[in-house]
């Protein structure tokens, strides 16, 4: 009796490299979208901490700027007669004591204060504030508020993941 082998064309293990095939090119698009959705998150994460750390930024030169101009003598420069703001810690929602740096330069008198503002206990972020008066030999007084906020808590935190905004008042 003479056997005869079917496959004499060369077409044996034809549907496993068909298979291997279509499931390599099937996990590669499932790995290709899944890469996609992971950069996504974490773009979306990213500006939820860069919405925060601006808010914060922009709260902290509305508190400045809401004691400058309703305060007494929140912010002096060196040549006026009082250095020591009143009140020494303007209640923009629980600020520390400000902590005052004055200097007399050739033609200029600038009195630089730096506080940070902590947000509400239920919100994250906090503000690190510069308020820099001055006034020239003319008597011209200059103001510069620069307010850095943080996606954290802690102004001061070392977190790598930290967000910084700025907003910068000039008049």
């Known amino acids: 009796m003479i056997v005869h082998n079917k496959n004499k064309n060369g077409k ?7 298979a291997v095939l279509a499931s390599s090119i099937v996990l590669s698009i499932g790995l290709s979208i899944f890469n996609l959705t992971i950069k996504e998150l974490t773009l979306s994460s990213s500006g939820s901490e860069s919405q ?3 808010y914060a930024a922009d709260t902290g030169a509305e508190c400045a700027l809401y004691w400058y101009f309703n305060g007494v003598n929140v912010f002096n420069p060196p040549s ?3 250095s020591t703001p009143n009140p020494a810690d303007p209640a923009c929602i ?6 005052a740096i004055s200097s007399v330069n050739v033609g200029t008198a600038t009195t630089t204060y730096t ?4 947000m509400a206990s239920t919100a994250a972020g906090c503000a690190r504030i510069t308020v820099k008066t001055g006034e020239d030999l003319s008597g011209l007084r200059s103001t ?5 906020g943080y996606s954290t808590n802690d102004c001061n935190s070392t977190d790598e993941d930290k967000v910084e905004r700025g907003i910068k008042v000039s008049f």
């Open 12 to 18: 044996k293990g034809f549907a496993m490299l068909f």
């Open 52 to 54: 925060i750390a601006f």
């Open 80 to 82: 006026m007669s009082t």
């Open 94 to 99: 629980n600020v520390p004591n400000i902590l």
């Open 115 to 118: 506080f940070d503002l902590p």
């Open 144 to 148: 510069v508020i620069d307010s850095r």
